[in-house]
């Protein structure tokens, strides 16, 4: 079975363009999580998904990023406009249960802006 | 509110020899507890969970992790690493909300 995929594998953009990091979930997993890893703060839940709504954005840093899940097979993870502290590895991940089930991590997007 | 911490950010183990990674959590009742492991540019695997019963779970990679609820941890051995297992591992709590992850240990192995 297919794992969490993730796109692009890397960006690099210039300060103040729009970012959007894809994701799509493992097929009948109904939670969808996006996370922030960086060395300083290591990794972090930005917001996350239970059928297609976002239930918990608490995490996400700024108006600057947004989320949506159009439909069960896909997610994106925008940030408009980007600033160079954005820079980080952004993962999606996805289970088919919040807490009980293990979460699937994708290969993350390593994200730089300039 | 959940929290976990493991309190080595580098270990160096020699190719052969046993590994503990230790991982503390702290949540008022019985968490789920997870540990992942992190190779470079790859994501988070899972090496193995516990949500109850047997205090002794074993996973993937011949990694095994003990809970023991007195002293609120979840730690992690191995009995003879291999140089393949030079990585950064994770140990996670979930109390039915988030999942928070402990900051990492670094595993380097020594020929």
């Known amino acids: 079975d297919a794992g969490v995929i993730q796109s692009p594998r890397h960006e690099v953009t210039e300060m103040g363009q729009e970012v959007t990091l894809r994701c799509k979930p493992i097929?009948?997993?109904?939670?969808l999580f996006w996370y922030r890893q960086t060395m300083m703060r290591g990794l972090e839940l930005l917001i996350y998904f239970n059928n297609n709504v976002p239930i918990d954005d608490s995490g996400m840093p700024e108006d600057r990023f947004s989320a949506k899940m159009p439909n069960a097979s896909f997610s994106t993870l925008k940030i408009q406009p980007s600033e160079p502290r954005d820079s980080a590895v952004y993962f999606c991940a996805s289970s088919s249960d919040r807490g009980n089930q293990p979460q699937h991590f994708g290969d993350g997007t390593r994200l730089s802006i300039l | 509110a959940q929290s976990v911490t493991q309190p080595d950010i580098h270990i160096t183990v020699s190719e052969g020899a046993s590994l503990e990674l230790r991982c503390n959590y702290s949540?008022?009742?019985?968490?789920?507890l997870f540990w992942y492991v992190q190779s470079p540019g790859q994501g988070l695997q899972l090496l193995l969970k516990?949500?109850?019963?047997?205090?002794l779970v074993q996973g993937i990679k011949g990694f095994e992790a003990e809970f023991k609820r007195s002293q609120s941890s979840f730690n992690l051995r191995k009995p003879s690493v291999h140089w393949s297992d030079a990585a950064e591992y994770f140990c996670?709590?979930?109390?039915?909300?988030?999942?928070?992850f402990g900051a990492g240990t670094i595993l380097r192995v020594k020929s």
């Open positions: 097929s009948g997993h109904d939670y």
């Open positions: 516990y949500f109850s019963g047997d205090t």
């Open positions: 949540y008022g009742a019985t968490p789920y």
């Open positions: 996670a709590v979930n109390g039915g909300n988030k999942l928070v």
